[in-house]
Structure formats: C-alpha cells, structure tokens
C-alpha cells in the first residue's frame, strides 16, 4: 500500500514563495500531482508530473508554480512563486500506477493526508 506524506504548508503575504514536497513510500509511484481543494469548492488540479518527466500546470498557476520528481527517493515537490490569496487551500499530494499524468481526482488511487496553504493580502 502506497503512503504519501506532504509537508511545507503554511501562512505566506501574498507575493511569497512556499515548497511543498511529498514523500511516497510502500510502492512506485508512475505519475503523482497536487490537487488543492478550498472550502465551499471542488478539488481541483494544480499540477502534474509524469513517469518520463512530463509537466503540466492549471492556467491559474502556470509560470509561478514548478513540480519537480526525485525517481530514486520517490519523492515530490511543489515551489510555489509569488502566491497569491486565491492559492489559499488544502493541498494534497496523489499519485497513481499509470505513465502519464491524470487530470482528475478520481484517477488517483493514492492520496496524501493533505497540508494547508494560507496566502494573506
């Protein structure tokens, strides 16, 4: 059984930078991505890296927010550059058995507890 911890959340002034990073343990992990869901709304997701490498990113964060993989140590990370008060949220780490990246919480089948980002204006 696949475990995922997150860790890195925090309360940033808007402008600031916060990293996230998920570690896996229990299995491999092919691809694996950050969702966040705010209260009131569905999760939604944020960005995404596959087994080769691949990258991709919700339009609300492209070129602030970079996801980056260590294969050997099986872990994940989310740099988060000037945030912003609409990146408040619960972020969640998944990861799932398939090459490429999944756009959709329920193509998931690993999930991390979740860690909060606060951005105040």
């Known amino acids: 059984q696949v475990t995922l911890v997150e860790s890195g959340g925090g309360l940033v002034q808007a402008g600031g930078s916060l990293r996230l990073s998920c570690v896996a343990s229990?299995?491999?992990?092919?691809?694996m991505s950050w969702f966040r869901q705010a209260p009131g709304k569905e999760r939604e997701f944020v960005a995404g890296?596959?087994?080769?490498?691949?990258?991709d990113y919700a339009d609300s964060v492209k070129g602030r927010f970079t996801i980056s993989r260590d294969g050997a140590e099986n872990t994940a990370q989310l740099q988060m550059n000037s945030l912003k008060p609409e990146d408040t949220a619960a972020y969640y780490c998944?990861?799932?058995?398939?090459?490429?990246?999944?756009?959709?919480?329920?193509?998931?089948?690993?999930w991390g507890q979740g860690t909060q980002v606060t951005v105040s204006s």
């Open positions: 998944a990861a799932r058995q398939y090459a490429g990246i999944g756009y959709s919480a329920n193509l998931y089948e690993h």
């Open positions: 890296i596959s087994w080769i490498d691949n990258t």
């Open positions: 229990g299995g491999t992990t092919f691809s």
